[in-house]
């Protein structure tokens, strides 16, 4: 460990990547998610990697030892890593001098993946207690049948809500799901609507992505994502299990279906239908608020200086967002 | 009065315009909106008038005792009107047998023009809870300073916020203002944002429509509505009031500003500055979500046959809006 | 019969309503296809009425004998109706004088239906051709299991293509889907492409458009039709037919599915999907040209002067149609 | 060459440059698309150079001799080169240590220019087989007289039909051509239209392309091509040469002229006129459907893993190519 | 003549089209722009005429003596005619009782159609003058030699600028032609531009319009003009002379044309290029500017209350035009 | 300094930046526009740099005496340079040698500053010139007082109009703002509209933008530019100062920010009004003129080659501009 510089991570608070400073040492086990072996100018070979944890990626080299090396910084495995964070062209790396696999069974997951910031369980809490609160018979009865399917559950409770834009990480699509649902129903009042149909629209929206999407190691597009998309799988899914509800009103089954062909609301952003009924239109409104304002939150906490006005350019809203705030009190 | 014929007005519950049906005897007062006198094609002249009341507008003609009936039939008077219904190329029109001046004191105003289905006074006073409920000491004077300006409120009272679309009627303006103020606070207690913020934009979006539009006898653009807009028109009375509040922190006012300034949120629809914060997004999502929502309430509520399962076709919305709704206990 | 007027109708040719002229006596039979009781300036009623036949629309007047004409006028119904044909504000009317009705089991429905220039039989025949030339088994057979439900036949047999634009007219779906599919096989065989796919594809693309759409007694959307839509009505019924085919291959159906899903080709089209595939482009691109080019030759062959080089303005093409072609043999 | 390393080219099988792999030695012949002399960061020059055949492209760097080499290696220059494959930031690059001159006349073009995989000889075969079945005298001739031009032929032959597109390599142009005659010609005759004047508009469309675009060393717009356009060039080509045949009826003329102003179909990809007739509206449909279908198949065969599901991203259609097929039998 | 009535023409001012008022006598002269003859309710024939002279049109009809009358009242002939204007659905109609034939001797044309406001003699005076101040020697002789045959001149002279929008009149081409190469070639000094080419620019642009429009009766497209364009035709024509000239530079034709084919600035606005130059930028903006001028200056002039502050809705720039200016003296 | 290699600065003529050539040395001063410390990939910092002058700005590197060179080279420092200028991946770089610091009183801050071409005190004593010559006394009294204050024309007379698109250099948007106002004046003549008006809005047009942009070190947004823009700024400046004269007339003040409001012209591009008045047209093209026309000869005098056709591609007009003029004598 170099003399005179901060040393981060292993002593105490874990080195996060996100708050890594160039001219440090770092001696922590991160994630590796890319590997490349490169030729260097001179002759031989290097390797440059991606590591990351659950905050973020940063780029990392080998220099030396390439061979050894190489056999612990397998994509996927996590390695307990010693070296020199530098900065390069802007951009932050880690010049890794040493590496240990860490074992498998001290391997604690929630490090290494970005997750949302509210447990699993308290979600899959919330969301149970807004399907019990559906007073239409048929549709909770339909919701509760479709969490109950394991294969549904397991992939709903990590599934993200997207490949890169907002929520956009284990269980992101839970998170929005619930929020959705919630001011939904608030909404759903306000307007004197029918809770229960805008209730289920929120909860069913999106459920396509759990099949759109895989998220390992990194959030990829799926085959079926890609040629029939989360909207027709949701809508074929759900279709398939009122099937096997003999008393579903057909009248609810058409509401129900229309709230998840229309929830993009404009032909232009692949909607095959536009809203035509006030619950449609608010499902479809509080999907883009819910979307749009985790975009902005997300921009307000990335990486950057939180001290700046500005956030770093935001790809999804295309713009900057402004962080302060007025304080209250003044 | 015809033989044989169902007879409405004056007998019991009022004949609304909207409830006319063709073949029988009216005999009821309305407000004249418009006045022509044309030439038979036999030679002579005849009267086309426009007669009305909050319910909606009718054609009406005056084909004998011109010149006595034309002296009672000026536009803006009201008039007890007798004639029969007819159905003349899809539309009805009344065939003016007599018409006597009602004395301005015995006309009852609100039966005449289309108003909110709530009292102003009633929004009034939860607008004033809505802003007694704003934190923030600045925003809250602000806010009240507005208000207590006579020539504002006298305004803000009647207002509609829109010619022709959503909230087309008398205190519409006040209506959607309070609507828009309900659900931002809740949003914005949901997202944890600024909830004085967004309180104070969602009451100010919308004021300078009460400098944009004339609303007497019917809804027209003002030439500062048509040269400078509404959104000008609030920026630059806000800033005007601000300018007189030495305290105000200019951070404050450059936020505020901003969410008066993006409250139309794309440049497409005359933004000048798209959402730059959460709550400048959320005051527009709420623009929105409250915009539409109302024009696909009214299109539900629109003439035709409610028992029909689509509405008239809304041109706001630019679709045909389904009415029917499942009910909750099947 | 007017002295020294043209009289057309039964002596001889039928008098076609696209072929009516100002000034002639008629005496034909026409379908009665809306109906208004209208009052007249000076008082008491008239009719006006639409008749019609496979060729067009006219309207029609009843000045006299109102009563005993309407009874036999009723929508719906068949009439043989004598009167004069006249100009009015450039459009012909015809004034009817006297009206009998036509015994139901005189009707010839295909005179008063406008159809497809092809037999239906031939048509059908045509697809169980091109079914049958389906290599692939699994699509063969699941072609011919839709088309053997007899709901389905029946349906498909006269369903129009659209409500407006190109094809709407009774069985204009069996004509668009069998040009679609003989030009599709072609293509795909030049460009080497999967001849199966593409053949199902077409055949199946606008399936839905037989629940989409209502043809009794003019053309409208269903209920179905207006909130799921043809290409998600479609979807799910070939889904549903593929579950109970258990051998049917999983890359199939989701290739098969992604045709139907991308047929529109772009987003602002109400395309859920693009094409992904070279069959799911050629879909996409022949039911393109087959639909504009149908509309063309519709605005070629419409109302107006033939003799004239341009058609009436084409609402579906947004232009006007140059009727002109260069003679071969000069 | 290596120890333990495969080494490719001379020895069998050429070394296409579709086909390197990282690590291995390479001994092939390449030609010199560009050449740059850069400066190491330690001092001195080095070359960096893009090696090519028909196949692709690849970087090469030469680090030593460089001034013996660089006498060498030329743009233009055909060269046998010696050196390592290695991969750098994901991309490969060849180390040279020697390399030495191909004479001139040993040299096989067509090793090194990307090429249609069809003979340019048997594309103008089929193209005067096309024009031979024109049965319209006018159109026959017209087109005989411009491909009988030397000049025009010569460049018609080799031109490519875009520079970075669809068809962008050697007789792009003709095999696009061609392909588009023989299905508009099928296309013509399912429809029932003019088979001379849609042969001879797919023949005509593009001609401009060989004044638009130069070809060595690579393709580039030319001065007229980016002042006038492809579409203006070839139609005052072609007037000029009507304008020589007197007999050439003048309805005609401005029928084939729009053909070739329409062919782009809307105004926004540069058509100064949009299709007005069937014929026109053909040829349009049977360009974007050739050139799509052929940036579709170039992004399904290029480089890449052939076993991966989905082809490498598409810039020209936006999107990513799904490449499994059912197979027939299964 | 009514008495008590004010009556209008023939003794003293000319009754002007735009100055007929409901309720007044007119006996004036008008040229018949087109005629109907149409049956009345209660049977027998009336005529339905519209009168125009160069100020606008009027409905006018004929209910008595239509024998007699239709034959002096042709379509294109010019009548004196006495009859009674009067209002008819917020639109005037004359009641023609007498008309007689004025002798073709004694029409002055000018008084009949609409035209530019400037005599084209001015105008083409103006023209010229701009041409003699052409430096470049190839540009003015190519100007000359275009202006100087006959049968462009004859047309030049009188034809409109379009057929509905800015400079739909008499002469419009040409006052557009001169207003722009003049201003042109005073931003063409301003920027230090090549004046010739921008003069030149500005005078051709348009040329094609001579041949794209008719205007006789009324103002319509020719075949050239919806096939090929005026932006075309004006290109054949240039490139034609251009072809006689055999010193003209090659590189001074390209950059000619290049201002006529980018001239309307964008592709989506039929501009088969987009300006290239400074010179052709400068051309498309002063068309620009000067077209939606003169289509802003007509709507403030056109019919309609002059005192009121706005004008009537204009349908080419989609709203409506402030008409009040400041004093200057204020 | 090398032999035999041409070495520029010093002695004799400015190295301008512009003007450096792969392979010189150089001696001379630059500002010192940005800096950053990198690691060698051998270990060690080296720095690189942004160095400019008025003319552009070149990368620079130093890989020795890091700290002592270091030191002299901080952002905003002017430092006298001796090194070479190497070509790397096509761009030029500086490898910097020595570095010795320019005192402050030696440095004349218009060489490295990117500046207008005309000197700001000949545009101020224009723009004067043309604020005199305005005939209404109440614009030209807004103007000179707006003018006269200090903070505004300290700002104004350095403030470019833009970050990066055309004007983007000290004293840009005077210039601009002159150009304008001198053109808007002859058009106004030309168009026979108040040139008052006119001038006043060309003035006033971007006054916003003196509080949008900073201008130190480099031109970026403020705060209030990115949540007010500049269009706000100047409409509540300048009605702030209205509000300080009691005789400017109403009707002025509101067509004057009529003009502020619709200078963009379009709702797209950010205008919450459009121009209703022939003056706002005006003042909206000419904006578009200059701003067009700017962008297009910075383009044409860009480096790169000037002996080539095409200037570099231009991001602001989105294509490659053509260089080559016709002479005037050929």
Redesign the interface.
Known sequence: MGEGRRSVGRDGARAWVSELQPGTEVDESYVVRSR????R?GGGPYLALTLGDRTGEVTALV?ENVDALGKVLEVGAVAAVTGQV?????RLQV?VRRAAPVPENEVDESLYVRSSSVDPDVLWQRLEGLVEGV??Q?LRQLLFRILADPGVAARLRVAPAARSMHHAFRSGLLEHTV?MA??GR??AR??DL?E??VVAGCVLHDLGKIWELDVSPSIEYT??G????H??LE??HV??II?EMPSF?D??R??L??LL?AHHGE????????P????A??VH?VD??DS??AG??EA?NADGDPDQ??SPYSRILD????R???S?D?
């Open positions: 490349d072996v490169r030729q100018r220099w530098q900065r390069y062209n802007q010049v007073d239409n048929h929020s919630t001011i608030q909404m306000h307007y029918d229960s149909l085959d079926d890609r040629l029939l998309g909207l027709t809508v074929l279709d398939r099937a009103p009248e609810l058409r509401h279906l229309h062909l032909y232009e952003y692949g909607s095959p239908r536009r035509k009924t006030p619950e239109l608010l409104v883009l608020l749009k304002m902005m939150i307000i006005a500005w713009r900057f967002i402004y302060r705030r007025p209250n003044t």
